[in-house]
């Protein structure tokens, strides 16, 4: 039998080494605060786990935007996603643009929150020279962690304004994921945008992205606590952003039920 082309194949055995990175993301994105120390804790064991992946992947000749989309589709399937029922009971009853409105400003926070740690992991490397090559690992995984936020919130955006996605949780988060990529909601009309495909035009898409948001994080590489604070404020925006783009997504996509007709009323 002929083997599968790369293309075609995640990369699990050089994306994931094992099932911590999966693991942690999923605690990292779980509803629920977390403590300080404990976020941060977390982001120090991804970073290692990330730094084994990607020092196996540079061996083996992968880009670091490959090997990051190949990460990211690895664990996107691990990301939890709630149903309405559970967000309304999460978030006090509310619901509708209510409820949307307070998915967002909690995701704001919680990428606000992964981006000021990160930042300040940042900088404290940047203040220690020696130490510096090992920052890039620790911007890799607030990277994974903010992405994995964005698309619970996109997926869940979906869930408040009634677009049902069909498919197995596998399909689901590659549909979900994929239209993080292009900062677009799904439309449940197009069966291809459901059902969809783990192509190559799918994964070029989630790579430039990733690198994008790796991008941004790089630029909170500065000294003392300018890091943290950049880095906060960066994720804040560029969540907020999404939220917006993606709730106007689903409004004119969203299935409203039938007006019934006034000759069929008695």
Same mark, same amino acid.
């Given at each position: ?138 911007? @890799? ?21 009634? @677009? ?103």
């Amino acid at each position: 039998m002929a083997a599968p082309e790369k293309d075609q194949e995640p990369g699990k055995e050089l994306a994931d080494p094992g099932s911590e990175v999966g693991e942690i993301v999923g605690r990292l994105t779980t509803p629920g605060e977390l403590e300080p120390a404990e976020r941060r804790k977390l982001l120090g064991r991804l970073a290692r786990s990330l730094s084994t992946g990607a020092r196996k992947a540079k061996e083996s000749g992968i880009g670091r935007g490959r090997w990051l989309a190949d990460v990211f589709l690895n664990i996107a399937p691990r990301i939890p996603i709630r149903d309405l029922k559970t967000l309304s009971e999460h978030h006090h009853g509310l619901t509708g643009e209510q409820l949307a409105d307070d998915l967002v400003r909690t995701a704001q926070k919680a990428t606000m929150t992964v981006g000021a740690i990160g930042g300040a992991l940042a900088a404290a490397e940047f203040a220690a020279p020696p130490l510096l090559l090992s920052a890039p690992a620790q911007l @890799v995984a607030e990277t994974i962690v903010v992405a994995a936020i964005e698309v619970k919130l996109l997926a869940e955006l979906h869930e408040v304004y009634g @677009v049902r996605v069909e498919g197995s949780g596998t399909q689901r988060a590659i549909a979900f994921t994929s239209a993080w990529s292009k900062q677009r909601g799904i439309d449940p009309l197009a069966p291809a945008s459901v059902t969809l495909a783990l192509g190559a035009a799918t994964k070029t898409a989630l790579r430039n992205r990733l690198m994008r948001v790796l991008g941004r994080h790089l630029t909170t590489l500065g000294p003392f606590l300018t890091g943290a604070v950049a880095g906060g404020a960066l994720n804040r925006a560029a969540t907020k952003k999404l939220g917006a783009a993606i709730r106007n997504d689903l409004r004119l996509k969203r299935p409203l039920p039938p007006t019934p007709h006034p000759e069929l009323n008695p």
